[in-house]
């Protein structure tokens, strides 16, 4: 059975810095692209960043870009998101995706990051 | 990049139907998109892929009574034999080469 576990999230001030981690079993995690998407309270979902299977191409959405940096250990079927300079409005749930040809195919269960002074 | 627009509510009677509009901007009219469920306190589902074609493909064990469909830059879910755990909001995502969007999502209350 497929499985997606995040972890890492807290209670974070603004300016400060986290690394969110997502534990994947249950299918060959270096044949697929993975993704960040996060849920701001009582919000839609956002796309944060993706990177593809090998980990050599990212993309980020235009409000993390700097700031954020999504990669992975396939030898650890392990995705990161290493998330400076943290402000206010990224506080959100943050759940981690497998990506297929027919779109986000996968979620985990996600891991709240609160950003609070 | 494209753009996706939903309505924001949809409601129907507990065994009846409802038919969910996920728009594609134009120049994007011959995007594939997913659609996710999200029941309340939950983490979203895939549910299906859409193509312009309008064939879709369905997640493993979503039952029949989803189906997708499309016309033009529409693309639809139409939930037949309405359940009380349908009530949940409903995402559409279409994708490009360097980037992922989201709809604003439609909640759809069982009445």
């Known amino acids: 059975e497929e499985q997606l576990v995040e972890s890492g999230g807290d209670l974070v001030q603004p300016g400060g810095s986290l690394r969110l981690s997502c534990a994947a079993s249950?299918?060959?995690?270096?044949?697929?692209?993975m993704s960040w998407v996060r849920q701001a309270p009582g919000k839609g979902l956002q796309w944060v960043s993706s990177?593809?299977?090998?980990?050599?191409?990212?993309y980020y959405a235009d409000s993390v870009k700097g700031r954020f940096t999504i990669f992975r250990d396939n030898s650890k079927n392990t995705l990161y998101l290493l998330m400076n300079t943290l402000r206010v409005e990224d506080t959100a749930v943050y759940y981690c995706a497998k990506l297929t040809a027919g779109g986000t195919a996968y979620w985990g269960q996600g891991t709240l990051v609160t950003v609070s002074s | 990049q494209p753009v996706l627009t939903q309505s924001s509510s949809a409601s129907a009677s507990l065994g009846s139907s409802v038919k969910l509009t996920c728009t594609l901007s134009?120049?994007?009219?011959?995007?594939?998109i997913a659609w996710h469920q999200q029941q309340p306190g939950k983490a979203p589902r895939y549910l299906m892929k859409v193509e312009g074609s309008g064939s879709y493909s369905k997640g493993s064990g979503l039952p029949d009574r989803f189906a997708g469909s499309s016309s033009g830059a529409d693309r639809y879910l139409t939930i037949s034999d309405l359940q009380s755990e349908d009530e949940a909001d409903y995402y559409c995502?279409?994708?490009?080469?360097?980037?992922?969007?989201f709809g604003g999502g439609t909640k759809v209350t069982v009445l």
């Open positions: 995502e279409a994708w490009d080469t360097n980037t992922r969007v």
């Open positions: 990177i593809g299977s090998g980990g050599t191409t990212t």
């Open positions: 249950g299918f060959m995690f270096s044949s697929f692209g």
């Open positions: 134009s120049g994007h009219s011959s995007y594939i």
